[in-house]
């Protein structure tokens, strides 16, 4: 899973998914889309880190002054792409980041050709399915929050719920299979705690590397697998 390092990892990554290139992307749609990933995260009651508010502010203030009237721009459907200098912000950071994955990617090249070679069964139908973005994990509990209603917590009563248990729970299911399905960690109707707790079980386990999360397409179904090179 792509785990965001800052507000330009983010954006860069909402261009990806646009499928349009950067110097097209208009600064209406790249904003309306990184305000609705930061409202994903607080609605899992996620923090919010400094950088990535300081970002939508200044995304929002490209917007307002690509709204306000030029002379030289006659054509009423125009529409303002990216500012340069921001655009410039990006391709630099992409450079260095591709260099940096190239390095650890060499890193973990053995241990992977190793664990090919002895989970081949394994490893051809994860193969099928591509790695998982913040964006989609995030969005895909927010689905599970709005279409099974999750339960008011003020209405029922249940037991304290940790992250650590919940890890080992996770872990429990990866043991008796290497891949379960994102929905199969939920009741019917989860409470808002379960929904959360499991995001930071999630989390916990992706960055350490223990768990790859893959889909199939975008906003197709998350499954959870478990990280043949850790074990």
Same mark, same amino acid.
């Given at each position: ?6 507000? /330009?990892?983010? =954006? ?10 950067? &110097?097209?992307? &208009?600064?209406?749609? $790249? ?14 009651? $996620?923090?919010?880190? &400094?950088?990535?508010? *300081?970002?939508? +502010? ?5 917007? +307002? ?19 340069? @200098?921001?655009?410039?912000? /990006? ?17 973990? +090249? ?6 090919? @070679? ?14 998982? +973005? ?27 719920? =940790? $992250? ?31 929904? $959360? ?23 197709? &179904?998350? *499954? ?8």
């Amino acid at each position: 899973m792509d785990n965001f390092d800052g507000p /330009l990892d983010l =954006l860069w990554d909402l261009i990806k998914r646009a499928k349009i290139d950067i &110097t097209e992307i &208009t600064i209406s749609h $790249v904003t309306e889309q990184y305000l609705e990933y930061l409202k994903l995260m607080e609605t899992l009651n $996620v923090r919010i880190a &400094t950088d990535f508010i *300081r970002m939508a +502010s200044e995304l929002l203030f490209y917007k +307002s002054c690509a709204l306000l009237p030029t002379a030289h721009i006659e054509d009423e459907y125009f529409v303002p792409p990216l500012p340069p @200098e921001l655009v410039q912000k /990006l391709l630099e950071f992409k450079k260095f980041q591709r260099a940096s994955r190239q390095l650890l990617e060499e890193f973990e +090249s053995s241990a992977m050709k190793y664990a090919r @070679e002895n989970r081949l069964d394994d490893i051809i139908e994860i193969d099928e399915f591509g790695e998982v +973005s913040l964006f989609d994990l995030l969005k895909a509990f927010a689905e599970i929050m709005e279409s099974q209603k999750a339960v008011d917590e003020t209405e029922i009563i249940f037991d304290e719920i =940790l $992250v650590s248990d919940r890890i080992e729970y996770i872990k429990n299911l990866l043991h008796a299979r290497d891949v379960i399905h994102f929905n199969e960690l939920f009741p019917a109707k989860p409470s808002r705690m379960e929904v $959360v707790v499991s995001f930071m079980a999630i989390l916990e386990l992706a960055k350490t590397k223990i768990v790859k999360l893959l889909q199939h397409a975008i906003f197709g &179904t998350i *499954r959870i697998a478990k990280n043949i090179a850790a074990h």
